[in-house]
């Protein structure tokens, strides 16, 4: 059964850093592209930052361009989105992702399997 479980979430001040985490399973994680997503209240699912299983292809949204770092550790099944200078507008809840995807359009995932939880991020003073 293939599940993403998304952590490392929180409230941080404007300015602040997280590192969100994403463990996958029932799945092999380096032969699919990854990829982190958000949802913002009353918004829809955007794409934020993704990596193709090749490592060739890499895409970062304009909003979070210089400030997020995707990586992968594919011997742990885990996939990380580090999260530097954070703003208000970078609070949602936070989705990861795997599948097939062209290496040059990584977030065009055709997932393994369905969105887990998420992890929820709120940057407020």
């Known amino acids: 059964q293939v599940q993403f479980v998304e952590s490392g979430g929180g409230l941080v001040q404007p300015g602040g850093s997280l590192r969100l985490s994403c463990a996958g399973s029932?799945?092999?994680?380096?032969?699919?592209?990854v990829g982190w997503f958000r949802q913002a209240p009353g918004k829809e699912r955007e794409e934020v930052s993704c990596?193709?299983?090749?490592?060739?292809?890499?895409y970062y949204a304009g909003s979070v361009k210089g400030r997020f770092t995707i990586s992968r550790d594919n011997a742990k099944q885990l996939v990380y989105l580090e999260l530097n200078s954070l703003k208000p507008e970078d609070t949602a809840v936070y989705y990861c992702?795997?599948?097939?995807?062209?290496?040059?359009?990584?977030?065009?995932?055709?997932?393994?399997?369905?969105w887990g939880q998420g992890t929820q991020v709120t940057v407020s003073s």
């Open positions: 992702l795997a599948g097939h995807s062209p290496d040059d359009r990584p977030c065009e995932i055709s997932p393994v399997g369905p």
């Open positions: 990596l193709s299983n090749s490592d060739g292809g890499i």
């Open positions: 029932g799945f092999t994680l380096n032969s699919f592209a």
